[in-house]
């Protein structure tokens, strides 16, 4: 293996219960220094913690962001002390008073562990299961990475991926959707520690918990190590050893644990989850575990013995000169290596979008959105091999695919996973191969399914992930298999997650532009909108489709109307046709209308006020069409009570029948949005 020669065994005299007990104080210090928190986790997992942290696990405290670390990732995030203990322990840059400001505002110890807030935590977790689900995605980024970049003879992607998890991951349907899959591909390096303590927050699980995970994570193809006494430091450590000898399928280590261990009274009971032990019991715990020192006080040689700083600088060395004699052989592939683990774009990667851009513009194809998306993803991906896509199970109608697409299985790499019907692993999954670096993960289901996917779409904003959503079928236009399958509130509720970008392009054009755009973002996720149908292609000026980007702009100005009054239309992707026709039909009657194309509301609230007071001027009556709910549109056109401000959408279920049909009966047609626009112009103020 990867060794760099220093003894990952500590040397000195310190003994393994000294090196548990200093989580055990630190954490059960820091909750109750801050009234708050969970103590009885990290009291529980501290041994399994020192078998992992001092025995096994390869990192290097001076340089978190070390490419070819280990990941470690805690999925029970309520036991946040123990990863800021461990890192605090190890050597990270978290010094003592972080853990003394634990969940204070400002303070690198929030609740709950958070990636880019904490040196060293690699994601943000809390919302139970997702972390293990992330884990599938790290194993599956290294796997695929590995095979990208590995040589004979030259090793530079080789790490594995540690999850802790407890009884509310295993219970979570997300950690069967999520293991399930990385039984099937059979991803080896990744090994999971179970806190099997039997208790959460209703008390002992007995009555709500009964599986037999064991079995159950047999049957998935896992590796199993059951019945794991999760308090002796050398069994974990051994069943480590033994889970990185299968390299074929992923382990799970079941270690039997007391939460709150140390804790005299309250040991084994729900009373350690999630509340300070109380000064009287944190005294008990203190004398029966021979600690005597002051909170947050840790003896040297105590440090000592967790300090990875040496080791871990020894290791990255050890890599580093492995990763010069690779640039040496290969020094190609290693710029493109480090590229890829920077999440920068080739350099010409804006010339790509622009020319494909122009090239859809010419072609001005009428289209399914949807195809419009396959387009752009067969002309981006060619030129991006950190495109990882997917769906869950749709692929022939979602078109998340193209001719370059190769699926990965168990015993073969490629650049796209089958998910099977599993949306929300499949979106935390996404998440972990965005946070492992190398890759930009673009997923697909029908956006009504949006919702089995949405904490851990809206954990991607929080981490401000470069993680996109190909959600089609994205209306009532889908069709014949009615409400159950037709969005409705879906567009809006996704606009209200904030650092999400929703885009609903109306045709080829816009869509090249909200992929590049989801591209090129690094800051936050993307979900892209699409029709099942076609919708004709908006022929548009060159200077409007450079507004693309800014995510509303006038598609079809005022015009040349002879005493005219006016109006502005603002409208969304397959609702934009109705939109200019209405504009031709007002014409007639003498009112001037604005088409404004809105594909991305977040970006267009991002353009600064004299550019969104251009686009929609002040005075001038607006009506919003979409085919989902009204009240988002509101914020654009004017409140309820406004004469001059109406909405054409839906706010009740769609139907069954064929999509023309239910876009009458729902009054999505040029004459009833025509209509709509009289309405408001005779009723409005004369201008
Ligand atoms: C998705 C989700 N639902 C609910 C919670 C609230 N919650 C936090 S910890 C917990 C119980 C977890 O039990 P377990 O994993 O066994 O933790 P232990 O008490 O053993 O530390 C719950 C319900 C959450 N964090 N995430
Ligand atoms: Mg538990």
Redesign the pocket.
Known sequence: MLDSGVPLQPTTSVRDADLANAIRALAMDAVEAAKSG?P??PM?MAEIAVALWTRHLRHNPAHPHWADRDRFMLS????SMLQYALLHLSGYDLPIDELQRFRQLGSRTPGHPEVGVTPGVETTT????QGLANGVGMALAERLLAAAFNRPGHSIVDHYTYVFA????MM?GISHEACSLAGALGLGKLIVLY?D?G???DGP?SGWFTDDTPKRFEAYGWHVLAHVDGHDVEAVAASIAAAKADGDRPTLICCKTI?GKGAPNKAGT?DT??AALGEREVAATRAALGWNHPPFSIPQSIRDAWSAVARGSADEQSWSTRFARYTAAFPDLAAEFVRRMEGRLPADFAAVATQFVAAQAQKAETVATRKASQQAIGAYAARLPEMIGGSADLTGSVFTNWSGSTVVTAKAPGNYVNYGVREFAMAAIANGLALHGGFIPYVGTFLTFSDYMR?AVRMAALMKLRAIYVFTHDSIGLGEDGPTHQSIEHAASLRLIPQLDVWRPCDTVETAVAWAHALERSDGPSALLFTRQNVAFAKREPAAAADIARGGYVLADFGDVRDARRAVIIATGSEVPLALGAREALAQDGVAVRVVSMPCTAAFDRQDAAYRRAVLPHGVPRLAVEAGTTDGWRKYVGAVDDPTAGVVGIDRYGESAPAPTLFKHFGFTVEHVAQAVRDLVATGPVQ
């Open positions: 969970h009885g986790m529980g029970n995030g309520h036991g809390g919302p139970l299961g407890g009884d509310g991951c979570e806190d303590n208790i959460s927050i699980t939460i729900a989850h999630g904490n």
